[in-house]
Each structure stands twice: as C-alpha cells, then as structure tokens.
C-alpha cells in the first residue's frame, strides 16, 4: 500500500460516513414525507452538501503524486475532511417518529451553522491547497485556488445577511460555483 492509498482511506472513510448521514436522513424524510413540510433553500444546502462530499473525494485523486505525507499536510485533509462531514450533519434533520417536520424552520435554525461550516470548508481549502506544492502537478495550487477563492462569497453572504433572497443567491451560487469547479477539476481521470 502507498502512502498515498494508506493515508486517503482515512479520508475516504470520512466522506462516506458523511455522505451515509446525509442520506439516510433523506431517506427518513421521504419515508416521513406525509408529514415533512419541504424548504427548497434546505434542499439547495443538501445537493450542496453532497456535492462537497463528491468534489471533494474526487479531488483527492490529484494529490496521488506526493512522494511524502507529512503530519501537517494529513492533518489538514483530515479536518478538512470532518468538516465535510459535519456539513451533511447540519443540513440533514433528525425524524422523529410523531409530528410535522417543518424543514423551513429547520433550515432558518441551522443557517448559522451550514453557512460556518461551507465558510470553513472553503478557508480550509485554500489552505488544503498547498499540499499541491509537494504535486508533480504544483501548478493545481494557484489553478484551484483561483475557482475556490470567488466560493468564499455566497457562504459570508448567507451567513451575514438573513434576507431570504440572500439565502437563495449563497445556494444557487455555492451550487453554481461547485458545478465549475466539477467541470474544471474533477472532468478526467488518468
């Protein structure tokens, strides 16, 4: 086993339990949904929630070509990686097995802590980065930094502004920006 393969088995465990959480308790509310009164704006922050998992599992494959992984780099993917994680928590409600589940209010409750945790996501990802110093490919540093830079936008936007039409700018453009960075980053294999 590689270090590469040894140390991002880890993380991949991470994200899967991530996206487990996530949905499984989609599938509690669909199963629930007679009682469920359904928020847009909180499905916007789920598919963005899973697209946090999957980009960034998928990008995991770029760092394939460091040589040696030392503590702070596998630290730094490590808490990155639990941030994703605790994302999918704070978009995803418990069911309870009585009452509505009104996931309007959910989502307003859980704002504070969706758009924290997108905002350090994002932070964390610039810092992340680096680790493509130590890349065959270095160049994916200034490359990827140059797409997650513009995402810092919608979570400071919906974090510092409660106006409905600020949440649903965050999400589109925290939806829109993830979907470039997809297409730039995640397109090929090889």
């Known amino acids: 086993m590689t270090a590469f393969e040894h140390v ?4 991949s465990f991470v994200y899967a339990l991530a996206l ?3 949905l499984a308790r989609v599938g509690e509310l669909v199963v ?6 359904s928020s847009t704006l909180l499905i916007i922050a789920m598919a963005n929630a899973v697209l946090s998992v999957f980009l960034n ?3 995991l494959w770029d760092l394939r070509t460091i040589k040696e992984w030392d503590l702070l780099t596998i630290t730094i993917q490590f808490v990155f990686a ?3 994680f605790l ?3 704070f978009v995803a409600p418990k069911v309870h097995d ?3 589940i009104d996931l309007e209010e959910f989502y307003w409750n859980q ?3 969706i758009y924290s945790a997108t905002l350090a996501l994002v932070l964390l990802a610039l810092v992340a980065n680096f680790a493509f110093l130590k890349s065959a490919n270095a160049a994916l540093f200034l490359k990827e930094n140059l797409v997650v830079l513009p995402m810092l936008v919608p979570p400071i936007l919906a974090f510092s502004v409660r106006a409905r039409w600020a949440q649903w700018v965050a999400g589109v453009g925290f939806l829109a920006l993830n979907l470039v960075y997809a297409v730039l980053f995640c397109g090929s294999f090889k």
């Not at 991002?8 to 993380?11: E, H, Q, S």
């Not at 629930?32 to 009164?37: L, N, Q, T």
């Open 57 to 59: 599992w998928l990008s």
């Open 98 to 100: 009585e009452g509505d």
């Open 32 to 37: 629930a949904r007679e009682r469920v009164k």
């Open 8 to 11: 991002t088995a880890l993380f």
């Open 111 to 113: 704002r504070p802590s």
């Open 87 to 89: 994302l999918c928590v």
């Open 82 to 84: 639990v941030v994703v």
């Open 20 to 22: 487990t959480h996530l």
